[in-house]
């Protein structure tokens, strides 16, 4: 199909799949910041609802996840190559003032996949530290999903990993956003502050929202 082998339909698939895991990282987040919830009411309870799905449905989320992000990274990779060949700045249009962010998309795109992995071994599958992983709790059903992320983020070296990968984040939504607008056609001239202001909102909501937790576990500001 000529949208999976074009310039503007790769730079579409980059474009939706990129929204769809922007919703996505919204979602986590909100899950995620149930650890200011307490133990009862908090994140472990927010674990509990999602393993206590059927699992058919959690396959099939995660099936479709993976199959957006690999498109994400595959169409990433394929746009960098085509446009490094043609000499021009990945999503920029020719003469526009281009920003680090812009300039270092391929690159902060590869230290996020490689982060993705290294999080899923972690905390979802649970094999890079298994003496933090989260076990049940006394009453045996919930998993210390909170227990595991304390026991984790007491580590400065963790914890500096996680926060670094933020950083990445932010620079890479930043510019991803603003390039999903144009990418769409949503974007014009009256529109590009905007779309610039909240492309870097979006971004430093996720900077500062996923950062928070590591940070004030580490600082023993959230006990």
């Known amino acids: 199909m000529q949208i999976f082998t074009s310039s503007i339909g ?9 929204l769809s895991m922007v919703s996505f990282a919204c979602i986590h987040l909100l899950g ?14 927010y674990a509990h609802h999602l393993h206590s799905m059927p699992w058919p449905v959690i396959v099939a989320f995660r099936a479709g996840l993976l199959s957006l992000f690999m498109l994400h990274v595959c169409f990433g ?4 190559m085509d446009n490094s060949s043609a000499r ?20 902060t795109g590869l230290l996020l ?14 094999t890079i530290s298994p003496a933090t992983a989260a076990k049940a709790n006394l009453l045996g059903v919930v998993p210390d999903v ?12 963790v914890t500096a ?7 990445v984040l932010f620079l890479h939504v930043s510019h991803g956003f603003q390039s999903v607008f144009q990418t769409l056609g949503l974007n014009n001239g009256k ?29 023993n500001i959230l006990k």
């Open 10 to 18: 790769k730079k579409i698939v980059m474009a939706v799949s990129g």
């Open 88 to 107: 021009q700045p990945y999503a920029i249009k020719a003469g526009r003032k281009t920003t680090f962010a812009s300039e270092t998309m391929i690159w």
């Open 191 to 219: 529109s590009m502050p905007v779309v610039l202001k909240a492309g870097t909102f979006v971004a430093l909501v996720f900077l500062l929202g996923f950062a928070s937790i590591p940070l004030t576990i580490f600082s």
């Open 146 to 157: 909170q227990g595991m992320l304390y026991a984790a983020f007491k580590g400065s070296v």
């Open 161 to 167: 990993v996680y926060v670094a990968a933020l950083v």
């Open 113 to 126: 996949l490689t982060f993705i992995v290294f999080h899923l071994l972690h905390f979802t599958f649970q």
């Open 77 to 80: 990779i394929s746009l960098a």
């Open 32 to 45: 995620n910041l149930t650890i200011f919830g307490g133990l009862d009411g908090g994140i472990n309870a």
